[in-house]
């Protein structure tokens, strides 16, 4: 089993920053892509940035240029880097991670349990 474990979620006025944490645990034989989600209030969760196994990163347009992804690969940790904070950036935020548990087997996607962020206008 995999666990991830988000952080780092706040309450922050518009224009402020936050760093989000998450750290994956468990029996891990590898990681490959790892990402952050969000789901604000009666909408569908949304892809907010991904990272690959060879640090390629993707981001939504709305975040592109306040937002920073990272990795540390000693750690199993990936950060969410972010700037310029808008009220409608709301919402819970979820990491994600496709994890392979050993070397036979296909990867696996995992889910965090969420952490809230909330910006104030």
């Known amino acids: 089993q995999v666990q991830l474990v988000e952080s780092g979620g706040d309450l922050v006025q518009a224009g402020g920053s936050l760093r989000l944490s998450c750290a994956a645990s468990?029996?891990?034989?590898?990681?490959?892509?790892m990402g952050w989600y969000r789901q604000a209030p009666g909408k569908q969760r949304e892809l907010v940035a991904t990272?690959?196994?060879?640090?390629?990163?993707n981001y939504a347009d709305s975040v592109k240029d306040r937002f920073t992804i990272s990795r540390d690969y000693v750690k199993n940790t990936i950060y969410l880097q972010m700037n310029s904070l808008k009220p409608e950036d709301s919402a819970v935020y979820y990491c994600a991670a496709d994890v392979r548990s050993s070397w036979s087997q296909r990867g696996v996607l995992y889910w965090g349990q969420g952490t809230q962020v909330t910006v104030s206008s």
């Open positions: 468990g029996t891990i034989f590898r990681i490959n892509d």
């Open positions: 990272i690959t196994n060879g640090g390629n990163t």
